[in-house]
């Protein structure tokens, strides 16, 4: 039979000490906060700058072209010949029911027109466009 040591090395501990846990989390929380903005989309397009703007993406199906006229949907690369079509079996398959279109400022006023048209010739009538602030002037007290 197995004896119990009166002495014990090493003294139960009463206590949790939980300053790792809170390290832990707090580093997640500052890894999130950073790479959160940068998850909206993978394509880079550099909006047109208005007054009165919305850069924030809430959720939906959203088309973007880039500067060279590609057309993508959700981030996958889609010809004009099938666009109709992909983009209302992606408006479908969305719980939320509304297109944003993000447009490379370089990109010309008919692509756009084009591509919206082609939007509601698919029957979406919800059509959001995505432009960004303009950057804010200093303003000098002289």
């Given at each position: 039979?197995?004896?119990?040591?009166?002495?014990?090395?090493?003294?139960?501990?009463?206590?949790?000490?939980?300053?790792?846990?809170?390290?832990v989390v707090l580093v997640l929380l500052i890894v999130f906060m950073i790479t959160a903005p940068l998850m909206q989309s993978g394509i880079d397009v550099n909006l047109p700058e208005t007054r009165m703007a919305d850069a924030t993406l809430s959720d939906g199906v959203v088309v973007t072209i880039d500067e060279r006229g590609v057309t993508y949907i959700d981030d996958r690369v889609v010809e004009l010949d099938r666009f109709q079509a992909a983009v209302r079996r992606a408006y479908d398959e969305n719980d939320i029911k509304q297109v944003f279109l993000r447009a490379d400022e370089s990109v010309t006023h008919g692509v756009v027109v084009d591509v919206m048209g082609r939007i509601k010739n698919a029957g979406i009538i919800e059509v959001g466009l995505v432009t960004k602030l303009p950057a804010q002037e200093e303003t000098t007290n002289e």
């Open positions: 039979m197995r004896r119990k040591r009166e002495n014990r090395l090493y003294p139960k501990m009463h206590d949790i000490n939980v300053t790792n846990l809170v390290d």
